[in-house]
């Protein structure tokens, strides 16, 4: 296995390569299926139909925007977590999608990319369902592990080999250290997720925004200390701004 690291849009792309096939580890913004294309094609020199299969770890529009237009193009599969479902479900659901596809976008031009077209459907169709602790399918060196509390329904993809785990958004590094994600929506799995990492010992962590690491127990006791007690997300930091809006007044 060759794990291959690629510069997307706003999130970094991690490519595993086998003789087999390919195997995407997220689901990538949709702006990102150019690049990838190019990749598999130019750099590894291999059909784009080598993609075997896209894990999705969660709905965010960098981890999962890409996953069925990449499968209508390769005929590649998807893979998710067995939670039942949509995240993006009812008209609560809608509105969280809108604004998970403006915040991308917001993030896009904050790191001075120019402006792509992300829109996804926010329904997934996966063709495999991932239990905690499953092997992934055809590529068995590969562990399915769920950390969900940035959402419910997030998974990290530990190779049991190189005692590795790519944490999708599990943390990410901001101005050097290591903090929560933005959102939170379930605060005690997230600090139970964190602390099932921690306990794996991983040689090295891999994220998502923040490249391969490998965190001291000073930097797992951050992420801890800076996780929330209460679920932070978008409705409630609206809500938030909103009263402060008030008080001024």
Known sequence: MK?????GYIQTIYLAE??????????????????????????????????????VTHMHPDHAGAAHRL??????????????????????GQLMHWADLVLADWVAKRMGKPRR??????????????DDGEKIPGFPDWQAISTQGHTDRDLSLYHQPSKKVYVADLMVKVK??????????YP???RASVQRIMALEPDAIILAHGGEITPSPEDYQHVLERAPRKPITHWRAVKSKVKRALRRR
């Open 3 to 7: 794990l291959h690291r690629i510069e």
């Open 18 to 55: 086998y003789r087999r096939g390919l195997l995407l580890l997220d689901g990538c913004c949709r702006a990102d299926i150019p690049l990838l294309k190019s990749y598999i094609i130019h750099t590894l020199q291999r059909a784009f139909s080598d993609l075997s299969l896209v894990i």
């Open 71 to 92: 499968r209508t193009l390769t005929g590649c599969r998807i893979a998710s977590a067995n939670v039942p479902g949509q995240w993006y479900s009812g008209l609560d």
């Open 117 to 130: 077209f992300l829109w996804y459907s926010a329904k997934l169709k996966p063709d495999f369902l991932l």
């Open 176 to 185: 050097g250290r290591y903090i929560p994600p933005f959102p939170v929506f």
């Open 188 to 190: 005690n799995r997230y």
